[in-house]
T-cell receptor, first 110, second 115 residues
Framework: DAKTTQPPSMDCAEGRAANLPCNHS???????VYWYRQIHSQGPQYIIH???NNETNEMASLIITEDRKSSTLILPHATLRDTAVYYCIVRAINTDKLIFGTGTRLQVFP | DTGVSQDPRHKITKRGQNVTFRCDPISEHNRLYWYRQTLGQGPEFLTY????????KSRLLSDRFSAERPKGSFSTLEIQRTEQGDSAMYLC?????????????FGPGTRLTVL
């Protein structure tokens, strides 16, 4: 599986958009980009995934660059409850395990 | 609540003792995964099952570790002769293989402390 690079920490003001970047320059054509988050003392929670098109759901938007070497997770209106560690994961379509890095610790402040 | 439950939530044991954790996945999910997470790190894959068959084991899963899913429903993870290095959060997740996105639903974890 391709490796991902994320900043270790970010801050965001409540109500503003949080933009979390991820680099995955060695991604292969059959690999998806997944985002999970982990709120303190809980298990990881699925947010969104994509292959090459931008995706949006009720939680977030995922923007993948045309060359697929990087992506950005967007939380459009961050709340205090969005404070968590966010993991960007690249997973091949024919594998099942998730390989987590150390993620980005997002702190949303009032 | 994702629908995946784990028991116990916390376990304190002395070095050398055996411990067993249980995971109950979402009922219709045929895939079940075990991960381990140490402080400040992301979860690390240990093993996974499709129904009752154990399909993959990580090199992290030493011979002191054994996992079972006897009837393709709940799973147990046993650690024999625990060591202080086994102290971690043990996470279970489940998914429905038929889904192309294979979203994994995680339980709350079992926190193991080995004294």
């Amino acid at each position: 599986d391709a490796k991902t690079t994320q900043p270790p920490s970010m801050d965001c003001a409540e109500g503003r958009a949080a933009n979390l970047p991820c680099n995955h320059s060695t991604i292969s054509g059959n690999e998806y980009v997944y985002w999970y988050r982990q709120i303190h003392s809980q298990g990881p929670q699925y947010i969104i995934h994509g292959l090459k098109n931008n995706e949006t759901n009720e939680m977030a938007s995922l923007i993948i660059t045309e060359d697929r070497k990087s992506s950005t997770l967007i939380l459009p209106h961050a709340t205090l409850r969005d404070t968590a560690v966010y993991y960007c994961i690249v997973r091949a379509i024919n594998t099942d395990k998730l390989i987590f890095g150390t993620g980005t610790r997002l702190q949303v402040f009032p | 609540d994702t629908g995946v439950s784990q028991d116990p939530r916390h376990k304190i044991t002395k070095r050398g003792q055996n411990v067993t954790f249980r995971c109950d996945p979402i009922s219709e999910h045929n895939r079940l995964y075990w991960y381990r997470q140490t402080l400040g790190q992301g979860p690390e894959f240990l093993t996974y099952f499709q129904n009752e068959a154990q399909l993959e084991k990580s090199r992290l899963l030493s011979d002191r570790f054994s996992a079972e899913r006897p009837k393709g429903s709940f799973s147990t993870l046993e650690i024999q002769r625990t060591e202080q290095g086994d102290s971690a959060m043990y996470l279970c997740a489940s998914s429905l293989r038929a889904r192309a996105d294979n979203e994994q639903f995680f339980g709350p974890g079992t926190r193991l402390t080995v004294l």
